[in-house]
């Protein structure tokens, strides 16, 4: 079975500070990943993601995300972080064909942004 | 286009009461699911799917009913509303194809239980 860990619930930087969020996943193929963002009363709203290729890949608002195959890992980063990225964040792994729409979600790591 | 739209946004229901929350997309997507989301236990899929008259169950199916008559809506009904199904729901939208298949969420509904 499929499973993300994210082992920090909660991260604080101070603005301008960067940031990296851990993950983990554990998954029998080539994993789908992605990160989300959910903005405090709203859904969730794609980062970026990782099929296949180069495993440092851009998402949107300055982040990125690198694939280790070696380490499971599939952390989120950004080099100066702005109070408008506070806000909680999931990592989750997904599948094609019959498993597809069956994504699995880490329990998210909530990102407090000081001044 | 709206994209994942979900009605209502909030709910409160009593214990026993039935209901059914909407979603609906119009991006022509093959692939839906249902998540509800719990404090610090990130999402987790009550039921999915993959097309028009196919529906499966996802990690937390007991309490919930799904149909997919149309490709557009994916209605999920509570069929006797518990406290414990008090949470955040969102319904999810994806294409089949690798290269797109990232899931676009609706805003979410917040259903109260008492």
């Known amino acids: 079975a499929q499973s993300v860990t994210q082992p920090d619930i909660h991260i604080t930087v101070s603005e301008g500070a960067s940031l990296e969020l851990r993950c983990n996943y554990s998954?029998?193929?080539?994993?789908?990943l992605f990160w989300y963002v959910q903005s405090p009363g709203q859904g969730l709203q794609l980062l970026l993601k990782?099929?296949?290729?180069?495993?440092l890949v851009q998402g949107i608002k300055g982040f990125e995300a690198e694939f280790k195959r070696s380490q499971s890992s599939f952390n989120l980063r950004k080099p100066s972080v702005h109070w408008s990225d506070a806000a909680e964040y999931f990592c989750?792994?997904?599948?094609?064909?019959?498993?597809?729409?069956?994504?699995?979600f880490g329990d998210g790591t909530t990102l407090t942004v000081k001044p | 286009n709206a994209g994942v739209t979900q009605t209502p946004k909030f709910q409160v229901l009593k214990t026993g009461q039935s209901m059914t929350l909407q979603c609906a997309q119009d991006?022509?997507?093959?692939?839906m699911s249902w998540y509800r989301q719990d404090p610090g236990m990130g999402l987790r899929l009550i039921h999915y799917?993959?097309?028009?008259?196919?529906?499966d169950q996802g990690e937390v199916p007991n309490g919930y009913n799904v149909s997919r008559s149309t490709t557009e809506d994916f209605p999920l009904r509570l069929l006797s509303a518990a406290p414990s199904q008090t949470s955040v729901y969102f319904c999810?939208?994806?294409?089949?194809?690798?290269?797109?298949?990232?899931?676009?969420f609706g805003p979410g509904t917040r259903l109260t239980v008492t």
């Open positions: 999810a939208s994806s294409y089949s194809s690798s290269r797109q298949y990232e899931q676009y």
């Open positions: 998954y029998g193929a080539t994993p789908y």
């Open positions: 990782y099929f296949s290729g180069d495993t």
């Open positions: 989750a792994v997904g599948a094609l064909n019959t498993n597809a729409g069956k994504s699995t």
């Open positions: 991006m022509n997507h093959e692939y």
């Open positions: 799917s993959v097309g028009a008259g196919i529906t």
